[in-house]
């Protein structure tokens, strides 16, 4: 079982930057692939970032490459979603989530085992 809480949502305007965290409590962070997700209203939940246990691979979404990166410190159990050139499409609540058996490569729900409760991020136009 690991607990996941994520942090650092807020408004922002458009072209501006925010970092998400996500702390994990529980089990062995490192055991365990990161993801992060977001949900519009009116849309379903859509994969945004992952990153292998070691930190050392990374997947994106088209739609946010270029501009998001994750990372990882495993030593303090956090992950984390550095956001720039924010578009008013990337509002949504932002949700990380852990994956036992993933890849740096699962965008797929039902690959992550655990989740947090997420962060809204707004960006004004």
């Known amino acids: 079982q690991v607990q996941l809480v994520e942090s650092g949502g807020g408004l922002v305007q458009a072209g501006g930057s925010l970092r998400l965290s996500c702390a994990a409590a529980?089990?062995?962070?490192?055991?365990?692939?990161m993801g992060w997700f977001r949900q519009s209203p009116g849309k379903e939940r859509e994969f945004v970032a992952a990153i292998s246990r070691s930190g050392g691979s990374t997947y994106y979404a088209d739609s946010v490459k270029g501009r998001f990166t994750i990372s990882r410190v495993n030593a303090k159990s956090t992950v984390y979603l550095q956001m720039n050139s924010l578009k008013s499409e990337d509002t949504a609540v932002y949700y990380c989530a852990a994956a036992l058996r993933g890849t740096s490569y699962s965008h797929e729900e039902y690959e992550y085992d655990y989740w947090g409760q997420g962060t809204q991020v707004t960006v004004s136009s």
């Open positions: 529980g089990r062995t962070f490192i055991s365990y692939v």
